[in-house]
């Protein structure tokens, strides 16, 4: 089935535009944060070496191009949701970047990003449907009140695991390109298997995909730039809306297994919600070889990265590369999930 | 880049996935249409369910720590 002359031309701009806002701009807004002083200690280099950051608010001007992009070719509520969500995320994670907000203050502001979507769908009936489609065995019954609460949780949850994974060069940015691939083949699936399958729902994630693949080049070993807590927060909250939206939740909760796993355990051995800056031990720290080591003590927080460290240290580059080579692995079983649900 | 610690989890990841797979079948093949019908029995249906449900959530949460203990104990240097 060859797309239309409109949606491939939906298509190119809504990954086109986000691409020639980050490649054009992100040389002078790196400038400007520079000329700013906002610049933040590259911590995992044996020499000091400084950073710009937050290249957030430049991602979400990329994002939202994008999704105007859509909208302009065809009207629709879902690049009017994916813009919104874009917003009040970046809008959380800019204070964040500037202020700062507390672990349990972050993820309750973040829930205000489900809203946008509870609205539209009260008013047009067609955002999302409310069923979970599991692998297999079909979909559950419709539950209005529950996949609300669902989406509600979602927020802070898919948010708060890319934040928490946006430690080293490269790690966010090619987590994001990898986990939104994914998520784009579960839709494609969705919509070979579904009769009058709106392909905005696939447009909408190529905002996404290109701002991160764009990004991934500023942001690769050694990064000329970090993203900040705006980038991050943005990046995981529009990812949750997407899958929503697509109709592809539990699929794209198997992609971000580790940044989950990852999650799950920096909350237990931390016992709680605690920003990064609060943990009294690191999880690993920069030895006299350059490389990096898990920190051997019990009490210090357990994160994936301390994980693929127990036993042989390695450079910052090679941890990067082991924790995309999970995510790879987590994103084909995430498509092996969409081909049990949509095509089975 | 240690091959055995990314088989290692890799393996966890799979598991994980797997759970998702075996609760999400318990899920909609036991616990959705648990009865009797609300009103009717000592104990509501909807509140079985409930409970039922995040057992699952539990259970997938306890497997995963249990995975971390013994991954991390493998993988640690003896002292």
């Known amino acids: 089935m060859l797309p239309t002359g409109t949606e491939l031309l939906t298509f190119i701009l809504a990954f086109a535009l986000p691409c020639i806002v980050v490649l054009v701009f992100m040389p002078r807004y790196l400038d400007l944060l520079r000329s700013r002083g906002r610049l933040a200690t590259d911590v995992h280099k044996p020499q000091q070496t400084k950073v710009p950051t937050p290249a957030g608010p430049l991602l979400i001007a990329a994002i939202i191009a994008g999704e105007v992009a859509i909208y302009l070719v065809n009207p629709s509520t879902i690049p009017v949701v994916a813009i919104e969500v874009t917003l009040i995320a970046g809008a959380i994670g800019i204070y964040d970047d500037l202020r700062g907000l507390g672990g349990i203050v972050k993820p309750l502001l973040l829930t205000l990003a489900a809203v946008p979507l509870l609205i539209e769908e009260q008013v047009h009936h067609s955002l999302y449907a409310a069923v979970l489609n599991f692998p297999l065995f079909g979909a559950t019954g419709t539950h209005f009140i529950i996949f609300a609460i669902l989406i509600v949780a979602a927020m802070p949850v898919s948010a708060n695991a890319f934040n928490m994974l946006d430690a080293f060069n490269g790690e966010i940015s090619g987590f994001t390109v990898l986990v939104s691939v994914a998520l784009a083949t579960g839709v494609v699936m969705e919509g070979l298997a579904t009769p009058n399958f709106d392909y905005i729902r696939l447009a909408a994630v190529l905002p996404l995909a290109a701002t991160a693949v764009c990004f991934y080049y500023y942001n690769k070993f050694p990064a000329k730039a970090f993203d900040g807590d705006s980038g991050s927060l943005t990046f995981g909250a529009l990812y949750a809306t997407l899958a929503i939206m697509g109709g592809v939740e539990i699929a794209s909760l198997v992609a971000l297994i580790p940044a989950v796993l990852n999650s799950y355990y920096i909350l237990y051995s931390m016992r709680g919600l605690v920003e990064h800056k609060q943990m009294e031990l690191r999880p690993t720290y920069l030895g006299k070889d350059g490389k990096l080591h898990a920190t051997e003590k019990a009490k210090a927080p357990t994160t994936l990265v301390r994980m693929i460290l127990l036993g042989s240290p390695m450079g910052e580059k090679q941890i990067v590369q082991s924790i995309l080579t999970l995510t790879v692995f987590a994103c084909a079983l995430s498509i092996l999930t969409s081909a049990l649900t949509w095509l089975v | ?79």
Do not use: C, Q
Request: net charge positive; glycine share 8%; charged share 10%.
């Open chain 2, 1 to 79: 880049m240690s091959r055995t610690n990314i088989y290692g989890l890799m393996l966890i990841i799979t598991i994980a996935w797997l759970l998702i797979l075996a609760e999400s079948y318990l899920f909609i093949a036991v616990i959705r249409p648990l009865g009797p019908s609300i009103h009717i029995g000592p104990l509501p249906s909807s509140f079985a369910k409930i409970i039922l449900t995040a057992g699952l959530g539990v259970l997938w949460v306890a497997v995963m720590f249990t995975l971390d203990i013994l991954y991390s104990r493998r993988g640690r240097t003896p002292t």
